[in-house]
């Protein structure tokens, strides 16, 4: 087989090998974002609830002082119903003073403390809905994923055996050409020749459109053996049918 049509066989192949990988690809990608979408909205509710256990912390650490606190004032009150003078009666007086305004500071804290928990639950929920909502849409993108791996799994492995064979048409240093521009082209390492104006012999690549000279595209015509490069893109030529067949005419 002639070495340009076993490049353009391999060619044929690979690009239908791209197409079910890209469709594999595409869905691997679209449950990638889905996956962070749902990690972020996780992450998200998970920081709520722990700013709820230290807002839930604080609470009880007042409320225990609010205790000790009552205990000091019935105290402070049992001392002054048995205060021997009015100078120790002012000095308990005063600190029953003092124990108040502490109450109720702890108790506006709590109140605070509550309101910032109940605004926290809120947006807990808020959180809890996007995060069943979007596990919901990870988990059909996953299953969609599977769905297409199956799909192509029996296809796939047929064109890689006749990827293997077509390649094994191709020379050893032609074929490491045709795989070092594939990598660099991204997958497309091949391309056509295009007729701009066969009578004045005017051709063009057909990937970047940079003007070809004719007798590398004669070349291309006389001997399917021979491998051209753009000089441009670096993109090995070939000859489509309609174009060798104005080649031949001009």
Same mark, same amino acid.
């Given at each position: 087989?002639?070495?340009?049509?076993?490049? $353009?066989?391999?060619?044929?192949?690979?690009?239908?090998?791209?197409?079910?990988?890209?469709?594999?690809?595409?869905?691997?990608?679209?449950? @990638?974002? $889905?996956?962070?979408?749902?990690?972020?909205?996780?992450?998200?509710?998970?920081?709520?609830?722990? $700013?709820?256990?230290?807002?839930?912390?604080?609470?009880? !650490?007042?409320?225990?002082?609010?205790?000790?606190?009552?205990?000091?004032?019935?105290?402070?009150?049992?001392?002054?119903?048995?205060?021997?003078?009015?100078?120790?009666?002012?000095?308990? !007086?005063?600190?029953?003073?003092?124990?108040? @305004?502490?109450?109720?500071?702890?108790?506006?804290?709590?109140?605070?403390?509550?309101?910032?928990? +109940?605004?926290?639950?809120?947006?807990?929920?808020?959180?809890?809905?996007?995060?069943?909502?979007?596990?919901?849409?990870?988990?059909?993108?996953? @299953?969609?994923?599977?769905?297409? $791996?199956?799909?192509?799994?029996?296809?796939?492995?047929?064109?890689?055996?006749?990827?293997?064979?077509?390649? +094994?048409?191709?020379? #050893?240093?032609?074929?490491?050409?045709? #795989?070092?521009?594939?990598?660099?082209?991204?997958?497309?390492?091949?391309?056509?020749?295009?007729?701009? !104006?066969?009578?004045?012999?005017?051709?063009?690549?057909?990937?970047?459109?940079?003007?070809?000279?004719?007798?590398?595209?004669?070349?291309?015509?006389?001997?399917?053996?021979?491998?051209?490069?753009? #000089?441009?893109?670096?993109?090995?030529?070939?000859?489509?049918?309609?174009?060798?067949?104005?080649?031949?005419?001009?």
């Amino acid at each position: 087989m002639p070495v340009m049509d076993a490049l $353009r066989k391999l060619e044929l192949v690979e690009s239908q090998l791209r197409g079910l990988r890209k469709r594999v690809v595409s869905a691997e990608r679209y449950l @990638a974002a $889905r996956d962070k979408q749902l990690e972020e909205a996780t992450a998200r509710h998970d920081e709520l609830q722990a $700013r709820r256990r230290q807002r839930q912390a604080t609470v009880a !650490n007042l409320e225990s002082e609010v205790q000790s606190i009552d205990a000091r004032m019935e105290k402070y009150r049992s001392d002054m119903n048995s205060a021997s003078t009015q100078k120790q009666y002012q000095a308990v !007086n005063t600190e029953l003073a003092a124990a108040k @305004a502490d109450k109720e500071r702890c108790e506006e804290q709590i109140l605070q403390q509550m309101q910032e928990i +109940e605004t926290i639950d809120a947006q807990a929920a808020e959180i809890h809905a996007q995060v069943k909502e979007r596990t919901t849409v990870r988990d059909a993108a996953s @299953a969609d994923l599977e769905e297409r $791996r199956d799909e192509i799994a029996v296809r796939l492995a047929e064109l890689e055996k006749e990827r293997d064979a077509a390649a +094994e048409d191709v020379p #050893d240093d032609v074929l490491g050409l045709y #795989d070092r521009m594939t990598h660099e082209t991204h997958g497309e390492p091949m391309a056509a020749v295009e007729v701009i !104006n066969a009578r004045s012999r005017d051709y063009a690549c057909g990937e970047c459109n940079m003007q070809l000279p004719f007798d590398r595209v004669a070349l291309l015509g006389g001997n399917p053996d021979i491998v051209q490069q753009c #000089d441009s893109c670096h993109r090995i030529l070939y000859l489509q049918e309609e174009t060798r067949g104005a080649l031949v005419g001009g």
